[in-house]
């Protein structure tokens, strides 16, 4: 996680407001910049977020169901590469 790209995005989302939630199956949580951060389920938060950002592209997610239930995504590892429907919610970075 420390030279991780996830912790630059996190900081600029920070910087402009953002408030930031985060999902890893294999980091229940980390401390970066005297923040602590805490692996929320998913499924459970992502109706109420503005964005989803995908940084990491593991493979136990279901990526069709991740854009389905998200309002707007941004992709910056292609994991959404496979995903049939609702392509029109996905933004490649």
């Given at each position: 996680?420390?030279?991780?790209?996830?912790?630059?995005?996190?900081?600029?989302?920070?910087?402009n407001?953002?408030?930031?939630?985060?999902?890893?199956?294999?980091?229940?949580?980390?401390?970066?910049?005297?923040?602590?951060?805490?692996?929320?389920e998913?499924?459970?938060?992502?109706?109420?977020?503005?964005?989803?950002?995908?940084?990491t592209?593991?493979?136990?997610?279901?990526?069709?169901?991740?854009?389905?239930?998200?309002?707007?995504?941004?992709?910056?590892?292609?994991?959404?590469?496979?995903?049939?429907?609702?392509?029109?919610?996905?933004?490649?970075?």
């Amino acid at each position: 996680m420390r030279e991780s790209p996830t912790l630059k995005v996190i900081e600029i989302l920070e910087q402009n407001g953002a408030n930031i939630l985060i999902n890893d199956p294999y980091i229940p949580k980390f401390k970066h910049k005297g923040k602590e951060y805490i692996s929320v389920e998913w499924k459970n938060e992502i109706n109420n977020a503005d964005i989803v950002v995908i940084t990491t592209d593991h493979s136990c997610y279901d990526y069709e169901l991740v854009v389905e239930k998200a309002k707007l995504l941004y992709d910056t590892r292609n994991a959404t590469k496979n995903v049939k429907n609702n392509r029109e919610k996905i933004n490649k970075l």
